[in-house]
T-cell receptor, first 115, second 113 residues
Framework: ETGVTQSPTHLIKTRGQQVTLRCSSQSGHNTVSWYQQALGQGPQFIFQYYREEENGRGNFPPRFSGLQFPNYSSELNVNALELDDSALYLC??????????????FGPGTRLTVL | AQKVTQAQTEISVVEKEDVTLDCVYETRDTTYYLFWYKQPPSGELVFLIRRNSFDEQNEISGRYSWNFQKSTSSFNFTITASQVVDSAVYFC??????????FGKGTMLLVSP
């Protein structure tokens, strides 16, 4: 069974640039959730994708967008990067059954630094 | 709204000591799930346990044990005979009717030899 993978591991960008982060979900899972974790804080929910559609969104601006592909992998895109976007971005995959999400398993994260 | 509070920011113990990490939650949902995750310095969140709101039985897994009490909205985590490898940040989290995880701010556990 393959676990959740994320790429890249680290990324450095400058303000105003755009970035794409990628996530491959665990086999058998159909749901991907993205979280932002600032230094010293708990992860904050960005959005969730189920069967290629957004299934919930946290308190993040529209410049945070995502995609889920038929193989359930996912991308997180952030436009017009700001300094405060510097954080660890975590992807979690899970299985949704009967409208309820099972345990979420996390990838190793992508550490984004915005200069 | 859901909320998870981990009042202990940082705990330092010496190896072989027992340590309890506190977690208090708030939710209006009658059905919900509670979780504990471990985050070592590498950054990956490692799933430890899941508990549903209908199951108040305590659980023990090796040196780990969990005490879930609905009456006090608490889901505490105890490590018995701590080891240096237990050093990490531990997060308590909650899923209610809306299928997204709400995390606490985490407790950093430092176990020294």
């Amino acid at each position: 069974e393959t676990g959740v993978t994320q790429s890249p591991t680290h990324l450095i960008k400058t303000r105003g640039q755009q970035v794409t982060l990628r996530c491959s979900s665990q086999s058998g899972h159909n749901t991907v959730s993205w979280y932002q974790q600032a230094l010293g804080q708990g992860p904050q929910f960005i959005f969730q994708y189920y069967r290629e559609e957004e299934n919930g969104r946290g308190n993040f601006p529209p410049r945070f967008s995502g995609l889920q592909f038929p193989n359930y992998s996912s991308e997180l895109n952030v436009n017009a990067l700001e300094l405060d976007d510097s954080a660890l971005y975590l992807c979690a995959s899970s299985l949704m059954r009967g409208g309820r999400v099972d345990t979420q398993y996390f990838g190793p994260g992508t550490r984004l630094t915005v200069l | 709204a859901q909320k998870v509070t981990q009042a202990q920011t940082e705990i330092s113990v010496v190896e072989k000591e027992d340590v309890t990490l506190d977690c208090v939650y708030e939710t209006r949902d009658t059905t919900y799930y509670l979780f504990w995750y471990k985050q070592p310095p590498s950054g990956e969140l490692v799933f430890l346990i899941r508990r549903n709101s209908f199951d108040e039985q305590n659980e023990i897994s090796g040196r780990y044990s969990w005490n879930f009490q609905k009456s006090t909205s608490s889901f505490n985590f105890t490590i018995t005979a701590s080891q240096v490898v237990d050093s990490a940040v531990y997060f308590c989290a909650l899923i209610g009717g809306y299928s997204t995880l709400t995390f606490g701010k985490g407790t950093m556990l430092l176990v020294s030899p």
